[in-house]
């Protein structure tokens, strides 16, 4: 790493890997929990939220994984005890290698060799879709009708969802013409729209189409309202979640809004720019990723970390504002109306790039 | 591609299992799935068996008495005032409401009547419990459909008038207030004034549920044209109060029925909606529970001075008789048979409440639905557990 | 609003009269009995046998779509009284005649259900004898459909059967329940076990309280 001026072992370097890899992943996820679950919903409910554990409530978090790592594992009798155990694994690592793709700055990217991970976002979206063989095999698993119905839902729904998710892209990609998610960041902050400078090229600009479906097809990936059918907690209780209970639940928990950051995450890099800002402001090229300066290396996560919360700001406002729809409007609005359109939007994006 | 005669056969067979799947009652073909009495839908321990094909009911038969209480066997072991106390407790969201119907009656047997100013108060406590309940539905309905923060609106409002009837009746969920002759207090000092508030304040519930809900794409894809129950079924049900007043009846027992209550002393209007569906029942309670804000605060202008008591001897004997006597409560039609033998105490007191009418038509209108719309349907409905069981 | 004025409550007696006259005329003497209550209800009693058709007609003859309730009176006086009898005296001397109320009767059930009209807001109660062999009336579900889940309670409270009820299976009881309640000879098991506190004091007197006025000054002169 030449990041500091210290050449660092292999095996420093593999420590800073893991501990950055779990900073990443456990730190949005509990900012989002803190911040978004706990005090927004609350203040939106006229309600106060935790007020107890720590300043403001700020340690609830703490208090709530502790609380339920030591509960007693409970798996039901008629349940299939591997595929219950791993399933919120594999729900789990989905989420952590997500993270993986998503460059915090020049140089903080976690690379797959010397050219770094060159298809990011072909492998985001691949891995992704990791998540919905965990949610089955814990709806399946639980030997419960609930969760059953929940997993089977959540099934139909996680896969109609990601086709618009995966068009959505494309049309970013053609824009970029690239696959690197760092070769996107750099295309945007160095670009310029209807020869305006100073505000680069972000793609929520010129793909505005995409990044609403996107950010629709986030909201159902998460299953989160109005598309948590699988986990409507006014009928299936917790939907394929029901019989998880104790360090199992944490999870599911922490993989639910780990994920959440991680789209997010995606999501301000594909269109927001990502780390970066734009280069005219600080007169870097866009030819060599060298000429960006070393601070970005500290400031740029920050800002990525500024832009993920912004999303994920609307992420939870939706949530907790819609109701839910039932299945088959949901597979309808998915099938009918998102997939057309981001067809459309992949069209009309090509037609102009060759155009202009 | 395939051949067209290897489609015809695909066609063929995909037909025949089809057919097999939903003629033959078989239990491994389709799934029973128990929904309660444990379950945050169902308002209190109500089981609903349904047989399920896939996502759609086959058949769906509600399973109540998981509350009962025996209420007809207790009344006839209490006198007349120990009656009250128990009814209360049969719909305790709008409580003031259960109490009425059953001291008219025994108001109707005496031939006694309470003098004005009880009348307009009784009406008034009225229409607050009626306020009250339908401010809980219309957040609670929300809640079954997935909006998680309007029932916490509901709840707060809710509290303000609660605290109205608190302050009249000292108690906030069970009154137990009315008395044969009138009421058991007068109003407090500066009641009058704090009602005018609050009753501004639940016009501007009733504006921002509608702009919350009503106006929602999702929840209007959710409520229309789910369990639509005609007219002419409903009516054979004995369905009441809004339901049946969404399904385009127009008749209400405050405007239809005389009785010695303040109703026709204000200017009110009755809501009804041509639809049948479960978003009709909803918009048909939002707009009744505003008309109430206004009839409240029209009796309160012209509410009547004088004692709130008619002169009833101290150990109240009813003469014998038998009276009927059943008013528009929140939940729909409540009413009580009264039998009396001179005693101290009823005979025989035949409690008529709304849920279980309401609640009766389930088996007829969740055949063929989604698992989904029959949580929307039943909260659409609005029942009470104290309600259906007594 | 006190009393109906007296031209209003003619209007509404010759309403109700004319409700009376009409069942007459289409049941004949199948209407054995009837009371009217000006500007209050109508009561109207029917032969057993005509129960059913007495439905029918005021369903299609009377206007009346609208079904109430349908349930049962036990005329019988509660041999237990108010549950309130002192358990160490002998049970008091209880009338136990069988008196009906408005319409008269002659067994000791009797049907009791209610109809209105959802365009005229007038209402019918009608009440029919049901003989104890065999208990068993007509049900109105042919009439109205409503009347399943009515029945269901009145037959699991009085154990009257309904002929041509499809499904005839305890509403509220569990299942293998013993006995039907609301019968005035099924006493009411909170009051038996315990009687309504306040007349009598069931626990015994311990022995060192006795009321023994020769041991009392000792005790005290002991303490």
């Known amino acids: 790493m030449s990041m500091l001026s210290v050449t660092v072992p292999y095996w420093g370097q593999s420590i800073f890997r893991v501990v950055g890899v779990l900073l990443a992943v456990l730190l949005p996820a509990g900012t989002f929990v803190y911040v978004y679950l706990f005090k927004m919903v609350s203040f939106m409910q006229s309600r106060l939220g935790p007020m107890e554990a720590g300043p403001y409530g700020s340690m609830q978090l703490l208090a709530e994984v502790g609380k339920f790592l030591q509960k007693e594992d409970i798996i039901p009798e008629r349940a299939d005890r591997r595929i219950f155990a791993m399933a919120p694994i594999i729900v789990m690592v989905s989420t952590f290698v997500l993270f993986i793709v998503v460059p915090f700055g020049p140089d903080a990217v976690f690379h797959g060799g010397p050219q770094g991970i060159t298809a990011g976002v072909f492998l985001a979206l691949a891995l992704s879709s990791i998540s919905v063989l965990g949610i089955l095999m814990a709806g399946w698993a639980s030997s419960n009708k609930y969760s059953l119905m929940g997993g089977l839902r959540a099934a139909g729904q996680l896969i109609a969802y990601e086709l618009p998710m995966v068009l959505s892209v494309l049309g970013v990609v053609i824009q970029a013409e690239t696959l690197d998610m760092q070769g996107i960041v750099v295309k945007q902050n160095s670009g310029s729209i209807f020869g305006i400078d100073w505000l680069g090229n972000p793609y929520i600009l010129t793909q505005f189409v995409a990044f609403v479906i996107f950010m629709i097809a986030v909201q159902a990936e998460l299953t989160q309202n109005p598309f948590d059918m699988p986990v409507a907690e006014s009928e299936l209780v917790a939907g394929y979640m029901t019989e998880y209970s104790g360090f199992r639940f944490l999870t599911f928990f922490i993989a639910e809004f780990a994920t959440a950051g991680a789209f997010c995450a995606i999501a301000s890099t594909l269109f927001l720019g990502g780390w970066g800002l734009p280069y005219s402001w600080f007169g870097w090229s866009a030819d060599s990723i060298g000429s960006v300066g070393n601070w970005m290396n500290v400031v740029g996560p920050l800002i990525l970390f500024g832009k993920m919360m912004a999303l994920g700001f609307v992420i939870f406002w939706v949530r907790f504002t819609y109701p839910r729809f039932r299945e088959d409007q949901l597979q309808k609005f998915a099938w009918k109306v998102l997939i057309p359109l981001s067809l459309a939007n992949i069209a009309v994006t090509a037609i102009l790039k060759v155009v202009f | 591609m395939t051949l067209m005669s290897d489609r015809n056969q695909l066609a063929y067979i995909a037909a025949q299992a089809a057919d097999s799947r939903v003629n033959v009652e078989i239990e491994t073909e389709g799934m029973t799935l128990n929904i309660g009495p444990q379950h945050p839908a169902t308002h209190g321990t109500l089981r609903i068996v349904a047989r399920l094909d896939g996502e759609q009911v086959v058949w769906a038969e509600p ?328 | 609003m006190t009393q109906l004025s007296s031209t209003a409550e003619t209007a509404t007696d010759s309403a109700r009269e004319a409700l009376v006259a009409r069942l007459t005329e289409v049941l004949g003497d199948a209407v054995v009995g009837s009371y009217i209550k000006p500007g209050l209800d109508v009561w109207v009693r029917v032969r057993t046998d005509a129960w059913r058709a007495a439905g029918h007609a005021v369903r299609s003859h009377l206007g009346m779509d609208y079904f109430d309730f349908l349930s049962m009176i036990d005329w019988l006086p509660s041999p237990f009284g108010k549950g309130e009898d002192d358990p160490t005296e002998p049970p008091p001397e209880r009338s136990t005649e069988v008196v009906q109320g408005y319409t008269g009767g002659d067994t000791r059930f009797q049907m009791l259900a209610r109809v209105m009209s959802s365009s005229s807001h007038l209402g019918i109660t009608l009440k029919a004898d049901v003989p104890d062999e065999p208990f068993a009336v007509d049900s109105w579900i042919p009439v109205y459909a409503g009347a399943n889940w009515h029945e269901r309670e009145a037959h699991e409270m009085f154990g009257v059967s309904f002929v041509d009820h499809p499904d005839l299976r305890n509403l509220y009881l569990p299942t293998g329940f013993e006995g039907h309640p609301l019968r005035k000879d099924f006493p009411l098991l909170a009051r038996m076990v315990k009687p309504w506190p306040g007349i009598v004091d069931v626990e015994p007197i311990p022995a060192e309280f006795d009321q023994d006025a020769a041991e009392e000054p000792a005790e005290e002169a002991s303490t």
Request: glycine share 8%; charged share 25%; with cysteine.
């Open chain 2, 63 to 390: 399973v109540c008495g998981y509350m009962h209480r025996g209420y007809e066997k207790l009344t006839e072991v209490r006198s007349f005032p120990q009656v009250t106390t128990l009814i209360n407790r049969i719909d305790w969201l709008g409580s003031f409401a259960n109490e009425v119907p059953f001291i008219l009656a025994a108001e109707q047997l005496m031939e006694v009547e309470a003098p004005p100013r009880a009348q307009y108060i009784r009406t008034i406590l009225f229409e607050l419990s009626r306020i009250s309940n339908i401010a809980l539905f219309l957040g609670d309905m929300a809640a079954q459909l997935g909006a998680v923060t309007p029932v916490f609106y509901a709840f707060r409002d809710r509290e303000y008038v609660l605290n109205l009837i608190e302050g009249a009746t000292g108690g906030r969920f069970h009154p137990n207030f009315d008395r044969i002759g009138g009421l058991k207090d007068d109003l407090p000092a500066g009641w009058i004034d704090e009602t005018k508030a609050v009753m501004k304040k639940m016009r501007n519930f009733c504006d921002e549920m509608e702009t919350l809900l009503v106006g929602n794409e999702i929840f209007q894809h959710r409520t229309r044209g789910i369990g639509i129950i005609p007219a002419a079924v409903a009516l054979q049900y004995g369905l009441s109060g809004a339901n049946l007043r969404a399904s385009g009846v127009d008749w209400d027992l405050r405007r239809d029925q005389p009785s010695p209550m303040a109703w026709n002393k204000a200017d009110w209007k009755v809501w009804t909606h041509p639809d049948g569906d479960s978003f009709a029942r909803y918009w048909v309670r939002l707009q009744e529970t505003r008309e109430s804000t206004r009839i409240v605060d029209q009796l309160l202008d012209s509410l009547p001075a004088g004692s709130v008591m008619a002169k009833v001897p101290r150990i109240i004997k009813v003469p014998e008789g038998e009276a009927w006597v059943s008013t528009e409560n929140p939940l729909g039609e409540m009413g009580y048979y009264v039998v009396s033998k001179g005693d101290t105490g009823p005979f025989r007191v035949k409690i008529r409440s709304a849920s279980f009418n309401n609640v009766s038509i389930s088996s007829w209108v969740l055949r063929g639905v989604y698992v989904p719309d029959v949580i929307t349907i039943l909260s659409s409905l609005y029942f009470i557990l104290g309600d259906i069981d007594r």
